[in-house]
T-cell receptor, first 109, second 111 residues
Framework: EDQVTQSPEALRLQEGESSSLNCSYT??????LFWYRQDPGKGPEFLFT???AGEEKEKERLKATLTKKESFLHITAPKPEDSATYLC??????????FGGGTRLMVKP | DGGITQSPKYLFRKEGQNVTLSCEQN?????MYWYRQDPGQGLRLIYY???????QKGDIAEGYSVSREKKESFPLTVTSAQKNPTAFYLC??????????FGSGTRLTVV
């Protein structure tokens, strides 16, 4: 059974204080690992897809990396508007995603 | 613009009542999904459909039903058998390698 565990559950940062979110996974055959951002009361918004170990992708202050066991979402010099819940999910080639519980990020000015 | 439309945004259900949540997509995606999200928790799969006229149970299908008569539509009915239906419901569609596109959600409350 595929499993995805995200840590920490919640993270408070000061504006400009860089940090990383972790996504550990076990999957029978990884086809892709996805990162989403979710604002309160809204649907998740796609950020990145990573396909193989060693791959990295960047978007503004966010950088996602992937190893064979985990993925990190690095946030550099965050701003208050980066506050959201970040969700990680894996696709095992069954055309279904298994989601982690999410990390709730709060960035204070 | 292509996307997924969920309606209504807010829905109130009385005890013993069935309610139907609408999900429509114009992305030409074959696969569609329904997820439930409880406060502070991740997404749990209720039902999914890979093609028209076919659907499969997810992890928490009890008390729910779906239909997939058209590629564009995947409505979810929350039946009276679902004892704790208050939650945020998300519909999604997908096509590889784009991943999932989500709707804006329906918040269901039992009154």
């Amino acid at each position: 059974e595929d499993q995805v565990t995200q840590s920490p559950e919640a993270l408070r940062l000061q504006e400009g204080e860089s940090s990383s979110l972790n996504c550990s996974y076990t999957v029978s055959g990884l086809r892709g690992l996805f990162w989403y951002r979710q604002d309160p009361g809204k649907g998740p918004e796609f950020l990145f897809t990573l396909y193989s170990a060693g791959e990295e992708k960047e978007k503004e202050r966010l950088k996602a990396t992937l190893t064979k066991k985990e993925s990190f979402l690095h946030i550099t010099a965050p701003k208050p508007e980066d506050s959201a819940t970040y969700l990680c999910a894996v696709d095992n080639a069954g055309n279904m995603l298994t989601f982690g519980g999410g990390t709730r990020l709060m960035v204070k000015p | 613009d292509g996307g997924i439309t969920q309606s209504p945004k807010y829905l109130f259900r009385k005890e013993g009542q069935n309610v139907t949540l609408s999900c429509e997509q114009n992305l030409n995606h074959d696969a569609m999904y329904w997820y439930r999200q409880d406060p502070g928790q991740g997404l749990r799969l209720i039902y999914y459909s890979q093609i028209v006229n076919d659907f499969q149970k997810g992890d928490i299908a009890e008390g729910y039903s779906v239909s997939r008569e058209k590629k564009e539509s995947f409505p979810l009915t929350v039946t009276s058998a679902q004892k704790n239906p208050t939650a945020f419901y998300l519909c999604a569609s997908s096509i590889w390698p784009t991943g999932y596109t989500f709707g804006s959600g329906t918040r269901l409350t039992v009154v």
